[in-house]
């Protein structure tokens, strides 16, 4: 089975590559890190599924070697991976020389074997004595990131190619403080306004910080749906616009134009912290590129029993992933070439992440992953045509390189191009990943 592009239909100097996350697969119990809001939150009965944690996730922490292998074998040009806030400072505050060992020794492999760092700084592991102190809806957990991310860059940055602060703000704050999906598990419309602020604000103090060392290239990795309406009514319009506000818009419109959504600012507005305004120029800073983490496509419908959003998800028709999510490659091409228009610009895009949960792929041995190579075809067919209708697309990582912990889902969904069997840390590359070998060993 293969893809049917390779690198020529892609634009010069176009990077693939994988993408990871520190605490879904290198072993959090390793290296002196010190307990994250994750490993509280999962080993709270209910939390995950299975209670089950990072502690160990893929080992990478001791198999990292062979993992920057498979990167290398894959064909991939960059590898973008996330410190941990929790091993770099296992208090929040105070450096563990063992974590920024670590990494160190990452980011020269990863020269040893030609391929290039993008680094995340934050993905998720709130060190716990942060969490404490009321983590992303506390002001000061701002300016102790930009600490972090000065005293990783100062370590690593040299090597790096480009820099995003936070994946996925939106699931920082509204799924885990809203929803309650993700740690810390609160639903609570106050402390989920805070922390959509503050962890924009701990974004806008990281990039002052790493500015003022010189580091180049500097972005961030929100995540974007395409979302619509489940019907023409004015209410299902109405609250598919609120979603979009809350979801797409919040993020992007603050990074980019200094605002938030009026749509949003609805329900969050009065639960915002005092001041709020007066954060927004920096908030809004230029960055270099913007990330840019697509899945799926959202339904929404008006749902008037409940309080703000009032709404609520509806299933579409399409074709599902393990994750139950749709299939819906041209909602890809909306979002970035919607970004390009209405916010970004000129302003590169590099996707951060793209993929999917494939079912019944935990059986040792072979995966013929043909669901995630049709996905994979169709994504990046759909990134051409956005790129042909001006987005400017410069780079591509798959989520994820490996299979790996899946959040309040454990260990159940496997997103990997590379198989991992958790008993023996065996890893068994899959269909999919030989199609991106073979399409990305040809020159342009
Ligand atoms: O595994 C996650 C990742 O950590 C963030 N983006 C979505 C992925 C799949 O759910």
Redesign the pocket.
Known sequence: MTFSFTRSDFPENFLFGVAT?AY?IEGSQFGGAGPSHWDTFAATPGNVANAETGAVACDHYHRWPEDLDLIKAGNFDAYRFSTSWSRVMPDGRTINPEGLDFYDRLVDGMAERGITPFLTLY?WDLPAPLADIGGWTNRDVAPMFADFAQAVIGRIGDRIDRTMTI??PW?VSFLSHFLGHHAPGLRDIRAAARSMHFVLLAHAEALEAMRAMGQPNLGIAP?FEFTQAASDSAEDRAAAARWDAIFNRWFVQALTKGTYPEEALEGLGPHLPEGWEDDMARISAPIDWMGV?Y?TRSIMAADPDIAWPALKPVTGPLEKTD?GWEVYPDGFRHVLTRLARDYTGDTPLIVT?NGMAGPGEDTPGPVTDSQRIAYYDAHLAALRQAIAEGAPVEGYCS??LLDNY??AFGYGKR?GLVQVDYETQTRTPKASFDAFKKALSTNR
Do not use: D, G, I, V
Request: charged letters at 20%; aromatic letters at 24%; hydrophobic letters at 30%.
């Open positions: 996350a879904q993905h994946n996925e699931c995540n983490n899945y994750m992440e989520w994820s899946e959040w997103f």
